[in-house]
C-alpha cells in the first residue's frame, strides 16, 4: 500500500523558510513521480513541483519557480520542498501526491495517491 506523509509545515513570517518532507512508502521509489500540491479553502487545488526519483528531473510552476526548490533523498525515500522567501499568499495545506511513471506534469488527476496535508501559515 503506496503511503505518503507529509511534514514540516508551521507558521513563519513573510520572508522567512520552511521545508516540508514527504515520507512515502509501500512502493518502489524510483518508478514515481512525486509533486507537491496546496489548496486553499474554496479553492482547487494546485500543482507547485514535481521531481522524477529515477533521475531527479523536476517541473515547476512559474508562481513557484527561484523560491521554491524540490528535491529527494532516494536512501530515505523522502521528497522535500524547501520554500523560501514566502509570501502571506502561500498560505494553504500543502499536500505530497505519487504516481507510477515518468510524466513530469501537475495535473492533479494523474495523481493516484496522496498524503494527509500539512499546514504551511505565513504571517505578514
Known amino acids: 500500500e503506496v503511503q505518503l506523509v507529509e511534514s514540516g509545515g508551521a507558521l513563519v513570517q513573510a520572508g522567512g523558510s520552511l521545508r516540508l518532507s514527504c515520507a512515502a512508502s509501500?512502493?518502489?521509489?524510483?518508478?514515481?513521480?512525486v509533486g507537491w500540491f496546496r489548496q486553499v479553502p474554496g479553492k482547487e487545488r494546485e500543482g507547485l513541483a514535481c521531481i522524477r526519483s529515477s533521475d531527479g528531473s523536476t517541473y515547476y510552476v512559474d508562481s513557484v519557480k527561484g523560491r521554491f526548490t524540490i528535491s529527494t533523498d532516494n536512501a530515505k525515500n523522502t521528497v522535500y520542498l524547501q520554500m523560501d522567501s514566502l509570501k502571506p499568499e502561500d498560505t494553504a495545506v500543502y499536500y505530497c501526491?505519487?504516481?507510477?511513471?515518468?510524466?513530469?506534469?501537475?495535473?492533479?488527476?494523474?495523481?493516484?495517491?496522496w498524503g494527509q496535508g500539512t499546514q504551511v501559515t505565513v504571517s505578514s
Open positions: 501526491a505519487a504516481h507510477r511513471g515518468i510524466l513530469l506534469r501537475l495535473w492533479v488527476i494523474h495523481y493516484d495517491s
Open positions: 509501500g512502493f518502489t521509489f524510483d518508478d514515481y513521480v
